[in-house]
């Protein structure tokens, strides 16, 4: 298992914009960013692959999130959100899958076996 620390997370007016980071302490096979908004359980929202060229989106974010590997250091990733409407605040939390597995499900909140504390954000109508 590898550590993994959020940062990024604030207030933003709906249509504004914020950008998540996230750094591992090693080797990730896929980055992840979850939410989980008041009264809801956990959701996806994106992942990327250690290349940074696959990536996949839950159909909400589509458009407007945008998920990427750093160019200098693979470990971290970065949620760039261009936000819509106050539901999308929540805790945000970055989540990574160590090593190697076939048929990931990127989405899927069992394959990550690394989780960081979360990182809140809060979007205001």
């Known amino acids: 298992q590898?550590?993994?620390?959020?940062?990024?997370?604030g207030s933003?007016?709906?249509?504004?914009?914020l950008r998540l980071s996230c750094i591992a302490s090693g080797y990730t096979y896929y980055?992840?960013?979850?939410?989980q908004s008041p009264g809801k359980g956990r959701e996806a929202v994106a992942a990327v692959h250690i290349s940074g060229?696959?990536?996949?989106?839950?159909?909400?974010?589509?458009g407007r999130f945008t998920i990427s590997r750093g160019n200098n250091n693979k470990n971290?990733?970065?949620l760039q959100m261009n936000t819509r409407k106050p539901?999308?605040?929540g805790m945000y939390y970055?989540?990574?899958?160590?090593?190697?597995?076939?048929?990931?499900?990127?989405?899927?909140?069992?394959?990550?076996?690394s989780w960081g504390q979360g990182t809140q954000v809060t979007v205001s109508s």
């Open 87 to 89: 539901e999308e605040t």
């Open 53 to 62: 060229e696959i990536t996949y989106y839950d159909d909400s974010v589509k």
């Open 12 to 17: 933003v007016p709906a249509g504004g914009s």
């Open 94 to 113: 970055c989540a990574a899958l160590w090593g190697v597995v076939e048929d990931v499900s990127p989405l899927a909140e069992v394959e990550y076996d």
């Open 31 to 35: 980055m992840a960013w979850f939410r």
């Open 2 to 9: 590898v550590q993994v620390m959020e940062s990024g997370g």
């Open 76 to 78: 971290t990733a970065y």
